[in-house]
């Protein structure tokens, strides 16, 4: 049995995030960053989103990384390094295990506790994979520890996860993983543009599932800066924007309130908005011209039957 090696890379502390949360809560439009949705508690209600039928993007995933595995092994290898970005559950990269057959599993998430516990339980399913744990804000910095196997590295970064980010941090990350893959690749699922009753559905579903992970972020904030959001002061809202091909999260003070935390406050007019996240939707050409000018080069790309989503191989 493996003894998980575990390390913390640059600010994943409540100290380090207070400057964070504080400017934006104080620009002129607040916002908080989409990061602070996975606390342990929003890490589990997130869990809960991708089992509702409506929130199609995990299950189409799932589907396509089960049916053209051995595509996938082809193109990607076997054996080689699994570095999974935002591992949380830790369950996409081990429906790839017997796929790829690993020899290390480095999963990196910015909710370390919630990610502790799974890769404990994976470990001892599968002892021969030597796994780390790697708690790191990566939407600020991508940094590999030099303990991380350097040999066939693949990247794994799945969910669309990378629709949270505007396109020039999106560029940024892209940019750093392939730096960072060593002549590897990187294996990525993506969103594609759909119509708009399909997106409101996902991302307002009727059991309010996503509404409950929305208004959560307050909870989360309210630990890391010690303020006084009221959740019920809050509604879920969720806007599709054609012009920037996105989905975009807020939250919407009910009445005219006041927030305040240690020698601050911010006021909020009754149908202000709080910014919470973005959820970019690609097309095929618009994804491959972000890879190209993160310096990828050739890819493979896999879709399902009504072309909802992609899973990219990059390298």
Request: aromatic fraction near 10%; charge should be negative.
């Amino acid at each position: 049995m493996h003894h998980i090696d575990t390390y913390e890379v640059g600010a994943t502390s409540h100290q380090g995030f207070v400057p964070e949360i504080e400017t934006g809560l104080l620009a002129t439009t607040a916002s908080i960053s989409p990061k602070f949705l996975y606390d342990p508690l929003g890490s589990n209600l997130f869990a809960a989103i991708t089992l509702l039928p409506e929130y199609y993007p995990t299950k189409t995933e799932k589907d396509i990384l089960f049916e053209y595995q051995d595509q996938i092994a082809n193109a990607v290898g076997v054996g080689g390094t699994l570095i999974d970005l935002g591992a949380g559950n830790c369950q996409k990269a081990e429906s790839l295990f017997n796929a790829l057959k690993p020899t290390d599993y480095i999963a990196i998430d910015f909710s370390t506790e919630f990610l502790h516990e799974a890769i404990k339980n994976l470990q001892a399913q599968y002892p021969h994979i030597h796994m780390q744990a790697i708690g790191m804000d990566f939407s600020q910095e991508l940094v590999i520890p030099k303990a991380v196997n350097t040999s066939q590295r693949t990247f794994f970064y799945p969910g669309s996860s990378i629709g949270n980010f505007v396109g020039s941090q999106a560029l940024k990350l892209l940019s750093q993983i392939k730096e960072q893959a060593l002549g590897g690749g990187l294996l990525m699922g993506v969103d594609l543009m759909k119509e708009d009753s399909v997106l409101m559905a996902a991302y307002d579903d009727p059991l309010k599932l996503t509404a409950a992970f929305n208004l959560n972020i307050l909870r989360s904030v309210n630990a890391h800066l010690g303020c006084d959001f009221k959740v019920d002061q809050f509604r879920h809202v969720v806007k599709i924007n054609h012009a920037l091909n996105r989905v975009e999260l807020y939250l919407e003070a009910l009445e005219d309130l006041t927030v305040s935390w240690s020698g601050n406050s911010r006021t909020f007019k009754r149908g202000e908005l709080i910014h919470t996240e973005y959820s970019h939707k690609y097309t095929i050409a618009s994804i491959q011209e972000l890879l190209k000018n993160a310096g990828f080069t050739t890819s493979q790309i896999w879709t399902d039957p009504k072309n909802y989503f992609a899973v990219i191989y990059a390298r």
